[in-house]
């Protein structure tokens, strides 16, 4: 089972949009300044933080993910900009 859905070119970081359900990974930087950046800092998506894709909508867009004790839905526009890094499988936390 491979840890990303979407296949991605070896010089693009991994962001959160691309991590498969089951996987979780930390959060090393969100690539938007100004408001839209920080509306995401604010739910939580802040470095450092672990963060798993719990689920994805049928067609999937949004996706579900667990932070910090609770789960937040991002459009797939929003987690493109959450760049990740120590990607695992979630395994026992779901």
Same mark, same amino acid.
């Given at each position: 089972?491979?840890?990303?859905?979407?296949?991605?070119?070896?010089?693009?970081?991994?962001?959160?949009?691309?991590? !498969? %359900?089951?996987?979780? =990974?930390?959060?090393?930087?969100?690539?938007?300044?100004?408001? #839209? +950046?920080?509306? /995401?800092?604010?739910?939580?998506?802040?470095?450092?933080?672990?963060? !798993? %894709?719990?689920?994805? =909508?049928?067609?999937?867009?949004?996706?579900?993910?667990?932070? #910090? +004790?609770?789960? /937040?839905?991002?459009?797939?526009?929003?987690?493109?900009?959450?760049?990740?890094?120590?990607?695992?499988?979630?395994?026992?936390?779901?």
């Amino acid at each position: 089972m491979s840890i990303i859905e979407r296949s991605t070119n070896s010089d693009t970081p991994l962001t959160l949009d691309r991590l !498969a %359900v089951g996987y979780s =990974a930390r959060i090393d930087h969100v690539e938007l300044n100004g408001d #839209r +950046g920080l509306h /995401l800092m604010e739910m939580g998506l802040t470095p450092g933080t672990t963060v !798993a %894709v719990a689920r994805m =909508a049928p067609f999937g867009d949004p996706i579900e993910v667990r932070l #910090r +004790g609770y789960r /937040l839905s991002l459009r797939l526009a929003e987690a493109q900009h959450v760049v990740i890094q120590g990607m695992s499988e979630e395994g026992a936390q779901r």
